[in-house]
């Protein structure tokens, strides 16, 4: 599969099968992560893989936006590893865990498992939950499986802003009159 068709295949799945995800299929997506491009290389991510009952139980307790998933990935970074720009501080490990969470689930969907990016859930209660150490920040909560035989992306899932309202060529003149109100499909297999 293209890059291309595998990102408009992706979308949010909210309903899963109670089916496990196999080992197998769990490292797959883990080697992605793994394999994500980090500022210096310096390889922050820290992942914490919740799939037992009693782990799945208290995720509960943090999201509303669990959605019943068999398996989720808690995508977290090291403060004290991650890359910091010398001209502002900027830290780097919200982008590469970041990164490192796009090419999850995106292989997550090459391999027929559906994933949901949630943000949604409250940081401190997951970190007391989890035993999290201070140095670790959650960015994302990936909730996982195999997709319901129901499940489907939202009505919104294929609208895109065109292209020309979030690239700019050489400068950004012209932004200031753009609105998101410019939507348009990209589902090219409708």
């Given at each position: 599969?293209?890059?291309?068709?595998?990102?408009?295949?992706?979308?949010?799945?909210?309903?899963?099968?109670?089916?496990?995800?196999?080992?197998?299929?769990?490292d797959l997506i883990l080697?992605?992560?793994?394999?994500?491009?980090?500022?210096?290389?310096?390889?922050?991510?820290?992942?914490?893989?919740?799939?037992?009952?009693?782990?799945?139980?208290?995720?509960?307790?943090?999201?509303?936006?669990?959605?019943?998933?068999?398996?989720?990935?808690?995508?977290?970074?090291?403060?004290?590893?991650?890359?910091?720009?010398?001209?502002?501080?900027?830290?780097?490990?919200?982008?590469?865990?970041?990164?490192?969470?796009?090419?999850?689930?995106?292989?997550?969907?090459?391999?027929?498992?559906?994933?949901?990016?949630?943000?949604?859930?409250?940081?401190?209660?997951?970190?007391?939950?989890?035993?999290?150490?201070?140095?670790f920040e959650p960015v994302?909560?990936?909730?996982?499986g195999y997709p319901a035989?129901?499940?489907?992306?939202?009505?919104?899932?294929?609208?895109?802003?065109?292209?020309?309202?979030?690239?700019?060529?050489?400068?950004?003149?012209?932004?200031?009159?753009?609105?998101?109100?410019?939507?348009?499909?990209?589902?090219?297999?409708?």
């Open positions: 599969m293209n890059f291309i068709t595998l990102a408009e295949k992706r979308f949010s799945v909210r309903k899963f099968k109670s089916t496990l995800v196999e080992k197998e299929k769990l080697k992605a992560g793994q394999l994500a491009p980090t500022a210096v290389n310096f390889q922050p991510q820290r992942i914490l893989v919740i799939q037992n009952e009693a782990g799945l139980k208290k995720l509960q307790e943090c999201t509303p936006y669990h959605f019943h998933a068999p398996l989720a990935l808690l995508v977290c970074y090291d403060k004290t590893t991650s890359a910091e720009r010398s001209f502002d501080h900027k830290n780097s490990g919200d982008i590469d865990a970041s990164i490192v969470a796009t090419q999850m689930i995106l292989e997550a969907t090459d391999i027929g498992i559906g994933s949901t990016w949630v943000m949604h859930f409250d940081p401190q209660k997951i970190k007391k939950s989890y035993a999290i150490p201070d140095q994302a909560l990936l909730v996982m035989d129901d499940a489907a992306p939202s009505k919104l899932h294929a609208q895109r802003n065109a292209i020309d309202q979030t690239v700019f060529y050489d400068d950004f003149s012209g932004w200031e009159g753009i609105k998101n109100d410019n939507i348009t499909s990209t589902n090219h297999h409708s």
